[in-house]
């Protein structure tokens, strides 16, 4: 089932101890309350699998996905 509403783009970060993973994924704008967006069940999950491929240290999956970041240690 589908949310009734505007849908437009934005960047998430996935952050594991490894990596930050910056994501485009599609929110809804509901109709009936505009005041935050939505985000869909398949949106939800493909989260899910970035968080997961990030704390496996997937790098060939998630650069497939997205721009990925990695984490470096203080000198």
């Known amino acids: 089932m589908r949310i009734p509403g505007r849908r437009t783009t934005r960047t998430r970060l996935v952050q594991s101890e490894k990596y930050v993973v ?26 899910k699998q970035v968080k997961l491929h990030a704390d496996q240290g997937d790098f060939d999956w998630l650069i497939q996905h997205g721009k990925v970041y990695e984490a470096k240690e203080a000198a």
């Not at 809804?28 to 493909?46: A, K, M, R, W």
């Open 22 to 47: 910056a994501v485009e994924i599609e929110v809804v704008i509901p109709d009936e309350d505009p005041s935050e967006p939505c985000l869909e069940p398949e949106v939800v999950e493909f989260l």
